[in-house]
Each structure stands twice: as C-alpha cells, then as structure tokens.
C-alpha cells in the first residue's frame, strides 16, 4: 500500500463496515452506522491536529491543559449527497469547524464527474481542509473536488473515505500525490459500472432510502 494511504483498521471500523455492507441493512441502521464509523475515523484523520496549551481549574488545582489549537481553522468538505453522512459524524466531534459543499454528479455514459455546485469559506487560504465521501470508486470525482478546491489554495488537503478501489486510488495519486487518503478498506476492485466490489452499494442510495 502506497505511503499516502492510511487503511484504518480498527476492529470497531471493520465490524461496522462489515454490517453496512450486509444488503439486509436498514436505511435507518446505514445511517447509524456511517455516523458512528465517522466519528472513529475522524479520531484517527485529526490525530495530528496541534495543541495549545492554557491555565485551567480544576476543582483541586491549577494545571496547564492542552486545547485544540485551530479548532476552527478545519474545514469539512462534503462531496453531495453522500459525504453528509461523514460530514455529520465530523462535525459531532468538531462541532467548531467550517463547512464547504461540493456537488458533483457522475456523467452516466462518460463516468467523468460534473460539478453543478460550489460554496467553501472565503477565507479558506488559512485553512486545513478535509474532503469527504464515503466512496473512491473510480477517483473521478476526488480528483474533481480537489483540482477545484486547488484553485482556492487552502492551507492542506487530506481525503477521507468508507471504502476505495484500487484503480480508484492509483488515479487519484497519479493527479494528486500531495494528498493523503485516509480509508476503512480497499476493495478488490471496480466492476463494469464503476461500482466497489464487494463494496456496500450506492452509498447514496443506501443512506438517504433512494434505491
Ligand atoms: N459510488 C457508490 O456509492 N458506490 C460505489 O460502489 C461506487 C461509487
């Protein structure tokens, strides 16, 4: 596995993982559980986010305690409609950081991503931004989502998923080598439709009841 992609395999995660990839999941128990593998996923993505330290109370004594420095610096950027899902499980954990959305729709004969919406922070040059959605299938829309959000010039990028095919991955860094992918699991690869095999479906289908 290349250097720039973190497979974390919690066994938490992977339990999970495997009960959202079961078709007999509800809508309802899907939604739950990407909120919660969310937020594991998220603990190990912000394991580097640096710390301040400042003088606190507690009821015994004074201490020097260490605080998220940049809380706020963080931008989550949701790739719709899928990426809400990581998005809301995110944001439970940061609840101070910024928002930014990017609609994309896959080209049904092309597979090539169309982006018909775009709204990040104005200020996102001082900001750390994380992109998600919870499938690299084919890479086309990650690398979409990144070439725009390159021309806005934010501070980092890093990209986290639920699942990631190989070709999807090899794309991806042949367009952006600079930006570290953060996954619950590869799978073994893309079918004839551009769907993850084994994977867990459409993810958007399966989240929101449309399929
Ligand atoms: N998008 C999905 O939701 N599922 C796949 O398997 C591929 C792309």
Same mark, same amino acid.
């Given at each position: @596995?290349?250097?720039? $992609?973190?497979?974390?395999?919690?066994?938490?995660?992977?339990?999970?993982?495997?009960? @959202?990839?079961?078709?007999?999941?509800?809508?309802?128990?899907?939604?739950?559980?990407?909120?919660?593998?969310?937020?594991?996923?998220?603990?190990?993505?912000?394991?580097?986010?640096?710390?301040?330290?400042?003088?606190?109370?507690?009821?015994?004594?004074?201490?020097?305690?260490?605080?998220?420095?940049?809380?706020?610096? @963080?931008?989550?950027?949701?790739?719709?409609?899928?990426?809400?899902?990581?998005?809301?499980?995110?944001?439970?954990?940061?609840?101070?950081?910024?928002?930014?959305?990017?609609?994309?729709?896959?080209?049904?004969?092309?597979?090539?991503?169309?982006?018909?919406?775009?709204?990040?922070?104005?200020?996102?040059?001082?900001?750390? $931004?994380?992109?998600?959605?919870?499938?690299?299938?084919?890479?086309?829309?990650?690398?979409?989502? $990144?070439?725009?959000?390159?021309?806005?010039?934010?501070?980092?990028?890093?990209?986290?998923?639920?699942?990631?095919?190989?070709?999807?991955?090899?794309?991806?860094?042949?367009?952006?080598?600079?930006?570290?992918?953060?996954?619950?699991?590869?799978?073994?690869?893309?079918?004839?439709?551009?769907?993850?095999?084994?994977?867990?479906?459409?993810?958007?289908?399966?989240?929101?009841?449309?399929?």
């Amino acid at each position: @596995m290349s250097a720039k $992609v973190t497979v974390i395999d919690h066994p938490l995660i992977q339990h999970k993982l495997t009960l @959202m990839r079961q078709t007999q999941t509800s809508t309802a128990k899907f939604r739950q559980l990407l909120k919660e593998i969310g937020m594991l996923l998220a603990y190990e993505v912000t394991r580097d986010l640096p710390l301040k330290y400042e003088q606190i109370e507690t009821p015994i004594a004074k201490m020097n305690a260490p605080m998220l420095a940049a809380e706020k610096n @963080m931008v989550i950027i949701s790739i719709m409609r899928a990426g809400q899902g990581l998005l809301d499980s995110i944001l439970e954990l940061i609840p101070s950081a910024r928002v930014g959305h990017i609609g994309l729709y896959r080209d049904p004969t092309t597979r090539m991503a169309i982006e018909y919406y775009f709204k990040v922070p104005q200020d996102i040059e001082q900001r750390d $931004v994380l992109v998600v959605d919870p499938m690299l299938a084919t890479g086309n829309s990650a690398v979409a989502a $990144v070439d725009r959000l390159k021309e806005v010039n934010p501070k980092s990028i890093k990209f986290l998923c639920l699942l990631a095919a190989p070709e999807g991955l090899k794309h991806f860094h042949e367009q952006h080598p600079d930006v570290q992918i953060y996954t619950a699991a590869v799978d073994e690869r893309l079918d004839e439709h551009g769907y993850i095999v084994p994977g867990l479906g459409d993810a958007g289908d399966r989240l929101y009841g449309t399929m």
